[in-house]
């Protein structure tokens, strides 16, 4: 279920992407479109949200080598003073258990994530649908 939610959204946003390329020609004057967009709307989307974690969950990776072994992981996360098991998160984010999180793993995550926190489905994550906001419901841990 969570993996055809997350497909229909990468799908949506592609297809988003790709008409929004080919939508006005380059001699056509711009005009705003008629409707609202996955992107246009307030909120988060799939896209913004992949980049904005992943660019803080790789500061972890010290070594530059491009993936974040455990050690890594547990040290950033006692850096920021996170709370919660480092080995728990870690485990979540290493499906194939080799002991590091790569870019694909990772992204791999997020997806899941966002689909989670994108309660009604539309590609984006609004304002009441972020943990912590106060119109957001309370999420069961």
């Known amino acids: 279920m969570i993996r055809r939610s997350i497909f229909v959204v990468a799908l949506g946003l592609q297809a988003a992407a790709a008409a929004a ?12 479109a008629p ?17 904005r974690r992943e660019k803080a969950s790789m500061r972890a990776d010290t070594d530059g080598d491009g993936k974040v072994s ?5 040290a950033f996360q006692t850096q920021r003073k996170a709370k919660g098991d480092p080995a728990k998160s870690f485990a979540r984010m290493d ?3 080799d002991g590091f999180v790569d870019k694909s793993e990772l992204d791999a995550f997020l997806a899941k994530r966002f689909a989670r926190l994108d309660k009604n489905g539309d590609g ?3 304002a009441e649908e972020r943990p912590g906001h106060k ?3 309370n999420q069961e841990q």
């Open 70 to 74: 455990l050690a890594e992981w547990t």
């Open 21 to 32: 390329q080919t939508a006005t020609p380059a001699t056509a004057p711009a005009q705003p």
């Open 95 to 97: 499906p194939n258990k």
């Open 35 to 51: 409707s609202v967009s996955a992107s246009a709307r307030p909120g988060i989307t799939l896209e913004k949200f992949e980049a």
């Open 124 to 126: 984006v994550v609004g």
């Open 135 to 137: 119109t957001a419901p």
